[in-house]
Every structure is written in C-alpha cells, then in structure tokens.
C-alpha cells in the first residue's frame, strides 16, 4: 500500500530540513539564511511529508500581489519519481494564484518546468568560484551605516518588487558584511557578503556601472583574503562576465532562470551578482 502524501506550511524551526536538505544537494547555502528567506513570506513555506517523515520542501514567496519567486525546491532521493515532487510544485503554485513567478532551476529540469508547470526559459545564470585576493582598504561605505529607506529603493529600482522584511534580516545575519556606494542624492550600488557551508557567497551585488560594482566587490573581499567565494552572475550582464575574468574567477554551476509569464523587464545591466537561487 502507497503511503499518503501530505503537504502543508512549514513551521520556522523546520526550516533547518530545506536548508540541510540544500546543502545535500550541493547548493552550498548560507549559514544564516533561514531567518531572511523565511521572514521574506512565512506562508509561502511547504513541506511534504510520509507517514509523518518529512521527505520535501518548497518556498513560494510572494513578494507582491504581481510577483513571486519559487525555491528549495528538493523532494528526498529515496522518495523521487513517485510524483510528489509535481504535487508540491501544484501546491505552491496554487498558493501564489495568478502572480508571474520566476525560478532558477537546474538546467536538466527545463523541460519538466515547462512541461508540468508552464515556465518559459528566459536566461542563464552562472556561478563563478574564486578566492579573495584583495587587500585593499574599503573605499565604499559599510552597510551598517546606510540609510535603509534609501537602500530600499534602489534594491526596489532593480529588483522591482519591496522586500522590506527580508533585507532588513539579509544584511544584519551573522558571519556577513556588506557595502554601499552614493552620490548627492541616493545610492549607485551595493553588496553583501555571508557565509556559506563552503566559503562565501556574494550576493546581491547591485551596481549603476561596472567600476562601482568593482569598488564594492573589493570592498567584500578585503574581509576574507585567501578565502573562496561565490558570485552568481546573469549571463546577459556582459559586464559581469568582464568582472569574473578579470578576478580570475572560474565557472562552476548554471540554473536556469524560468518565468511562469512574462520576462519582467528588470535591469540586468545593474545586477553583478543576484541575491540568490532560492529567493531571486
């Protein structure tokens, strides 16, 4: 007899099973990650569990009533080609209802994304490795001293959606730093960096040009010379691709950035470094 499949919202403190689930996988995630992703939207959190075993877990955070994002998409490897990864992903999609909703899946899930789900492939984007180099004193501004509301509305300018409550915790988490860069009147960039199960992650790395995406990324690197870290660069950020040569970083992962409608029109010539894989 078939165990019953069940699905339900997941509670804060087991968000330590998607995390760990994550890592298993080999997406080297944040230390500290759970506190923001989870406050980000604490409904849009499921679990699938059997016979009382939790064996899967999605996020479906919904940003607005215009846009969500879906991640830590995993179902247990004992518990796969059962089906039950396709009744999770109906289910949190059920819960964002008729949002546009964006997702970085693995690029050997493309085909069951738009076969099951109905996402459309929109570009890739490329994890790069590399290890701190940089010694030089930070000439950006350490986040700590920002202005949030202005911070806040240039995340917004480039993300297009608020997410007050997650980078409110995103940039305090421990083990992380971050910088900023302003002229007169508002902010041009900034970036964080947190720890990760292996190394470091940056991320996001937002930025008006590539010379102060360049300022701030040194900046994050002055804090961990001889450390390995991670960017997650768009591929159509040419630019960005220039910044990964030049710091002699090397390709290690794709995802596949997939909407279930349009292509929002986000400014990617302003993203170095997406925030991340699960959250956008």
Request: glycine letters at 8%; a negative charge.
């Amino acid at each position: 007899m078939t165990a019953i499949l069940n699905i339900r919202q997941m509670l804060f403190q087991e968000m330590p099973f998607a995390i760990n689930a994550a890592r298993l996988e080999g997406w080297n995630p944040g230390l500290y990650d759970a506190d923001a992703f989870y406050h980000a939207d604490p409904n849009g959190f499921f679990i699938a569990e059997v016979a009382g075993k939790l064996i899967g877990s999605i996020s479906g955070v919904a940003y607005n009533d215009d846009y969500g994002f879906i991640g830590l998409f995993i179902i247990d490897p004992e518990y796969r080609g059962q089906w039950h990864g396709i009744q999770l992903g109906k289910v949190v999609l059920e819960y964002l209802g008729e949002r546009n909703v964006g997702l970085d899946g693995v690029l050997e899930k493309q085909i069951a994304y738009q076969n099951y789900f109905g996402f459309n492939y929109a570009y890739k984007n490329i994890r790069f490795e590399g290890k701190a180099k940089s010694k030089k004193p930070p000439t950006s501004l350490p986040i700590a001293d920002v202005d949030f509301n202005k911070l806040l509305e240039y995340d917004r300018e480039i993300f297009l959606v608020p997410r007050t409550e997650f980078l409110r915790r995103w940039i305090a988490q421990v083990d992380s730093v971050g910088y900023y860069s302003e002229n007169e009147t508002h902010l041009v960039g900034y970036g964080i960096l947190r720890k990760c199960v292996t190394g470091y992650k940056i991320g996001p790395l937002f930025a008006d040009n590539e010379a102060i995406a360049v300022e701030i990324l040194e900046a994050l690197l002055s804090n961990i010379p001889g450390e390995v870290y991670y960017l997650d660069i768009p591929e159509p950020n040419l630019e960005s691709l220039k910044i990964a040569e030049q710091f002699n970083m090397q390709k290690v992962f794709e995802t596949a950035r997939m909407y279930s409608k349009e292509i929002p029109n986000v400014p990617l010539h302003k993203v170095f470094g997406i925030t991340s894989f699960e959250l956008g």
